[in-house]
């Protein structure tokens, strides 16, 4: 059974930082490209950034370059985000995902296999 679970969220001040962790297993995690996702209330899930396990290749979106790094340790089938200079725009539920990197087609992909169930951030001004 495949499986993706996020931990690492909660409340903190706006300049802190947190570590998010999403432990992966039931699937090959060394070629798969994880990815993390966040959604706001009202509005539409976001890629934040992702990892491809297979060549170490890192992405990020805009808003987040230079404050959160994405990491892989693949002897804990464990990918994180680490991120600071929090701020309270950053505030969501924050999701990992993973998809086999021979189909996936590059940062703009969405098309994501499988999906952890989320953990909140919350940044407060």
């Known amino acids: 059974e495949v499986q993706l679970v996020e931990s690492g969220g909660g409340l903190v001040q706006a300049g802190g930082s947190l570590r998010l962790s999403c432990a992966a297993s039931?699937?090959?995690?060394?070629?798969?490209?994880i990815g993390w996702f966040h959604q706001a209330p009202g509005k539409e899930r976001e890629a934040v950034s992702c990892?491809?396990?297979?060549?170490?290749?890192?992405y990020y979106t805009d808003s987040v370059k230079g404050r959160f790094t994405i990491s892989s340790d693949s002897a804990k089938n464990t990918v994180y985000l680490q991120m600071n200079s929090l701020k309270p725009e950053d505030t969501a539920i924050y999701y990992c995902?993973?998809?086999?990197?021979?189909?996936?087609?590059?940062?703009?992909?969405?098309?994501?296999?499988?999906w952890g169930q989320g953990t909140q951030v919350t940044v407060s001004s």
């Open positions: 039931g699937f090959t995690f060394d070629d798969y490209v």
């Open positions: 990892i491809n396990n297979v060549d170490s290749s890192t």
């Open positions: 995902a993973a998809v086999e990197e021979a189909w996936w087609t590059g940062w703009g992909d969405r098309e994501y296999d499988y």
